[in-house]
């Protein structure tokens, strides 16, 4: 049973920055394939980025390329999101997630596993 807790949210001014991290207990193997994804106040949940367990290869929606990183130490287990130059339109609930496999359908990032989520919340 993978099971993923985020910390690392909270209040910030428009062009701060803030690094959310996920610690993800189970198994969690070399395929398996890590993500962000966040859901703002009556929106859907919009994906935000991805990265192979193994290879360490990255993905991002073109919106938030050059602002936002993913990054992961798979020795702790924990994966981690930079996010630089944050704007208002980034305050949303960050979740983190995992897959078996890096697998996008129809366009959409799949995830089996989920966490609770951490609030981020940006002022102008």
């Known amino acids: 049973q993978v099971q993923l807790m985020e910390s690392g949210g909270g209040s910030v001014q428009a062009g701060g920055s803030l690094r959310l991290s996920c610690s993800a207990s189970?198994?969690?193997?070399?395929?398996?394939?890590m993500g962000w994804v966040r859901q703002a106040p009556g929106e859907a949940r919009e994906w935000v980025a991805s990265?192979?367990?193994?290879?360490?290869?990255?993905y991002y929606a073109d919106s938030l390329k050059g602002r936002f990183t993913i990054s992961q130490d798979n020795p702790k287990n924990t994966l981690y999101l930079q996010m630089n130059n944050l704007k208002p339109e980034d305050t949303a609930m960050y979740y983190c997630?995992?897959?078996?496999?890096?697998?996008?359908?129809?366009?959409?990032?799949?995830?089996?596993?989920w966490g609770q989520g951490t609030q981020v919340t940006v002022s102008s």
């Open positions: 997630a995992a897959n078996p496999e890096c697998t996008v359908l129809g366009g959409s990032w799949q995830f089996a596993h």
């Open positions: 189970g198994y969690i193997g070399g395929s398996y394939c």
């Open positions: 990265i192979h367990r193994g290879s360490g290869d990255t």
